[in-house]
């Protein structure tokens, strides 16, 4: 459908006017678009190129006689920075954590959420409800009323069952116990319900008579789920997976909320927050900016491949 | 997972007589669905705990085992609103910098996007795509500059500075959205309208305007979800007088003793133009949060 419309559209232009006139209707196509464009250059490319000059300066804001050229000081001290190595460390195995995580879980739960079912509007209501709290909301009532240690639901739920048998209920501190688990927990609750929507999309749009026909065939459940389902939401996983990685990557209300990036927990935007931040050390900061940038590059490079492979079909192109 | 597993013993038996197979599945049917309402009650309940909470009085939220039944009160939010700081400051400033913007992501989308799809220019695929791309880059790498700006122009703690961010935040997800809410518009309609001699006005007001609203009106709870919900930029470039809700969520928790009940209806208070944009948009959702590319 479509895809028809898309062509007649581009088609629409028609015998293109020669010269002047040419020029003049080409802009005037344009014309709607510069704003938006002109804006977003000068917002987020601008301050960009500012931060990659910034990252070759000794620029800090407690020494500004020194303001200088530095060359690749910074990202020699970057790269050598100790806590540098464990932020890139910790920001890949909260990303990774959180993205499988909330995946498999999604899928799961659209899997559950596909059939149809007495209050199947109101369950998925309930599951959406995670990723309508403010992400700061949810990291503080995950950090005070969830994990805390002496009220914190958790361990009171603790209480009740060992209760129940009389026993001493255990009271651990999950946050001091497993400081970056408890922070993958918290985003896992929050990013569950969005891998989920996605994936509901992606089963809802199979083609449904081919399967009924596999089903006819004689194929079980596991079958027509491993070759036919799974094949089917291969792109829907891969784009939950890519643009949940671009969000979660930049993962700082939750760092910053459950644990101060404390306890190993500092992932790449909450250190460069504090360098810059805390230690004013501009050209630094800038270097661990652009360091980020690069890591992103490299996972964007594949979410704009799939973007464009899905929108690819869905335009017809 | 569980599906799967739930699935799988029911042996290869179920083809061909067609009654047990039925009857099998549904049995199975049965646990699939307390299965599913198990799951969505569990996801669902923080946010009952968080509200069940902020109705509590201080000594009953903070006890172990958790006083469910509890006697209910609104000290909690009255304590809130009236015991320290006001929150009505940093309430209405992340509701200015959240409509506002919106307001202005919508005003450069939707010429935008109409420049995308309905009548689109050259490589408009490219310029698509460089809107995404720029989504892409981690907000973080923009931080000190624009810091450093705000500092040069005398911008820190103002409001407009981080209506402007938050509209570079939400303009490429709102023109992917809106371009796949423009590209729903039947070709045949335009091209009616072409040849009844309708000009643009008529035909963006009569053809486009009613297929797009709700497309329109989901983008916007989007963008104000996004914006509402932001802390890095609030917190850096913000003080005392621009700070907003999420900021002020933070600082008013250091400050405090006994106060899981009052830090619940504040979580609350905040959270509750989300989640009400949020339901309201919800058959949109998926699309927004998918850049348009899943319908």
């Known amino acids: 459908m479509t895809s028809v419309a ?6 629409a232009a028609g015998p293109e006017p020669a010269g002047a006139a040419r020029r003049a209707s080409n802009w005037a196509r344009r014309a709607p678009l510069m704003p938006a464009l002109i804006f977003m250059i000068v917002v987020t490319q601008l301050p960009f190129l500012a931060t990659l000059v910034i990252s070759f300066m000794d620029w800090n804001a407690y020494y500004p006689d020194e303001r200088g050229f530095a060359g690749f000081d910074n990202f020699v001290r970057v790269f ?36 149809k079912f007495a209050g199947r509007g109101a369950v998925r209501t309930m599951m959406i409800a995670p990723f309508l709290v403010v992400p700061v909301a949810a990291a503080l009532l995950w950090k005070h009323a969830l994990y805390n240690p002496e009220y914190g639901l958790f361990n009171g739920v603790l209480t009740w069952i060992w209760g129940i048998f009389g026993a001493d209920p255990p009271q651990p501190d999950w946050i001091s116990i497993m400081p970056l688990w408890s922070i993958i927990f918290a985003l896992v609750w929050q990013w569950t ?13 199979r083609p449904i008579d081919v ?36 969000y979660i990557v930049q993962t700082f209300d939750h760092v910053f909320t459950i644990t101060s990036g404390g306890l190993g927990t500092a992932n790449l935007p909450y250190l460069v927050y ?19 940038v690069i890591g992103t590059i490299i996972i964007a490079t594949f979410a704009l491949r799939t973007v464009s492979s899905l929108f690819r079909e869905e335009t017809g192109r | 997972m569980s599906a799967i597993t739930d699935t799988g013993p029911v042996p290869a038996t179920r083809d061909e007589r067609g009654e047990p197979v039925k009857k099998r599945r549904e049995r199975g049917g049965i646990w699939l669905t307390l299965l599913a309402w198990v799951v969505g009650i569990l996801f669902v309940l923080p946010v009952v705990w ?8 201080e000594a009953d939220a903070a ?38 913007s919106t307001v202005l992501v919508l005003l450069l989308a939707i010429p935008a996007a109409y420049a995308l799809s309905i009548k689109p220019v050259k490589k408009w695929t490219d310029v698509l795509f460089f809107f995404l791309s720029t989504k892409m880059l981690p907000v973080v790498a923009g931080l000190l500059p624009i810091y450093l700006f705000a500092q040069y122009a005398g911008l820190l703690d103002n409001i407009w500075l981080l209506i402007i961010f938050y509209t570079s935040m939400n303009l490429p997800i709102a023109v992917w959205m809106m371009r796949s809410f423009l590209a729903e518009v039947p070709v045949e309609m335009l091209e009616a309208a072409s040849m009844d001699g309708a000009g643009l006005i008529k035909t963006l007001r009569s053809v486009i305007a009613p297929v797009v609203m709700p497309g329109i009106a989901a983008t916007a709870l989007i963008c104000f979800i996004f914006s509402w919900n932001e802390l890095l930029f609030a917190r850096v470039l913000t003080a005392t007088v621009a700070q907003t809700a999420p900021v002020f969520l933070t600082s008013f928790v250091t400050s405090q003793g006994l106060f899981l009940a009052q830090l619940c209806a504040a979580a609350f208070v905040v959270s509750l133009p989300v989640l009400v944009a949020g339901f309201a948009a919800q058959d949109k959702l998926v699309q927004g949060l998918s850049l348009g590319s899943v319908k």
């Open chain 1, 6 to 11: 898309e062509q007649t559209r581009v088609g």
């Open chain 2, 50 to 57: 968080m509200v069940l909470t902020s109705f509590h009085s």
């Open chain 1, 80 to 115: 050598t920075d100790v806590n540098m190595r464990d932020a890139v460390w910790t920001t890949i195995l909260l990303t990774a954590g959180v993205v499988l995580l909330s995946l498999l879980l999604g899928l799961g739960i659209a899997l559950l959420l596909d059939r």
């Open chain 1, 274 to 292: 504090t360098i810059f931040y805390n230690a004013h050390d501009y050209g630094r900061a800038s270097a661990a900016a652009v360091v980020v």
């Open chain 1, 193 to 205: 319900p969005f891998m989920m929507l996605i994936l509901l999309a992606g089963l809802q749009s």
């Open chain 1, 211 to 246: 399967i009924e026909a596999a089903r006819i065939d004689g194929a079980n459940n596991w079958q027509i789920f491993r070759s036919m389902t799974l094949p089917h939401l291969r792109q829907y996983l891969e784009l939950a997976a890519l643009l949940g990685s671009i």
């Open chain 2, 63 to 100: 006890t172990n085992p958790p006083a469910v039944f509890a006697p209910l009160t609104i000290e909690g939010y009255r304590e809130f609103f009236t015991g320290g700081a006001s929150p009505w400051p940093p309430l209405l400033n992340s509701l200015t910098a959240s409509i506002v």
